[in-house]
């Protein structure tokens, strides 16, 4: 997946007294796109080459290299070019920790966006001089990073999996996803999500793994689960065009290794034996904890 990026590390820990000098990677965001050259490769721009008089703000570092945020700054610089994020993750020829730095870089810069006002009294926010935050000046309203959780589906029914497709937007083939809403366990968006989109009942719902997901500022939980009852698909025609049982032999991955929906469909047409816990119940994740820690290193603290 994405994130799997070893043996390079993403040290996230926010740095107060960082400041870029000549040579450090700066991500320069237009909406949904990114200052890059992808011209056989992955490259950004240097500080330098955006103008050290620019305001930077550290995001990350990835191994030693600290990483910045060109802040109200979105020229295009001799040599790079606006590209949409999106592209950036399928480019086949880039390293893949260089598209998880612009991936984590967009989820920041996402944010300070959206927070450059504050939402309670509509005063300009300033950094915080202690933490990674967005301090209010007036009324002292203090915001921090946005995670917004989600979940990736697998619904099995015996040697087939619930394959979608996307009304809008993403073309490929795809499992049942949606976002967690308020007073909601994970488990229950699982069975809510799968309900609404192609009206099947689950059971036996898993823990498979996690991965951030920067450009829609999302952490993804995947589980697996199986079909409770009918397979009769009722489908959701404003989220879907597509939804089927497929066999498991018959099941096309998406291009590119990098989701997490990719990775549970791979996993289920090679007939992964951990993906499967018999007698376990929505909620109830203690029988499959040797399981899980096993396969995916995931310590359940249960």
Not at 82 to 96: G, H, M, P, Q, S
Not at 112 to 123: A, E, L, Q, V
Not at 125 to 136: F, H, W, Y
Not at 197 to 214: A, F, L, M
């Amino acid at each position: 997946m994405i994130q799997d990026i070893y043996p390079h590390k993403l040290n996230n820990q926010y740095d107060l007294k960082a400041v870029p000098s000549p040579n450090s990677p700066v991500l320069v965001f237009d909406g949904p796109k990114v200052l890059a050259d992808t011209n056989g490769w992955l490259r950004i721009p240097s500080a330098e080459e955006v103008g050290m008089d620019k305001e930077f703000v550290f995001l990350f570092r990835l191994d030693d290299t600290a990483y910045f945020l060109a802040r109200s700054f979105k020229d295009e610089i001799p040599g790079y070019k606006f590209t949409d994020v999106r592209a950036i993750r399928d480019l086949e020829d880039a390293e893949k920790h260089h598209k998880f730095a612009v991936m984590t870089g967009k989820h920041l810069s996402d944010w300070y966006r959206d927070f450059t006002f504050c939402g309670r009294c509509g005063c300009r926010m300033n950094l915080s001089d202690k933490e990674r935050a967005m301090v209010c000046p007036e009324c002292g309203n203090t915001a921090y990073p946005r995670i917004m959780p989600a979940v990736i589906v697998g619904v099995i029914n015996g040697e087939s999996i619930l394959i979608t497709r996307y009304r809008k937007g993403y073309q490929h083939n795809a499992l049942v996803a949606g976002f967690t809403e308020i007073g909601e366990t994970l488990e229950e968006t699982v069975a809510r999500e799968v309900m609404e989109e192609t009206g099947v009942r689950v059971k036996n719902i898993r823990y498979y793994k996690s991965q951030p997901w920067g450009m829609a500022s999302d952490l993804l939980a995947g589980f697996f689960c199986e079909v409770d009852g009918s397979t009769e698909i009722h489908m959701d025609e404003n989220e879907l065009q597509y939804a089927e049982w497929v066999k498991r032999e018959d099941v096309v991955p998406q291009p590119g290794r990098n989701s997490l929906t990719n990775e549970m469909m791979i996993a289920f047409k090679e007939g992964r034996k951990d993906l499967f816990c018999e007698n376990s119940q929505i909620g109830d994740m203690r029988q499959c904890a040797d399981v899980f820690y096993t396969t995916n290193k995931l310590k359940l603290f249960l």
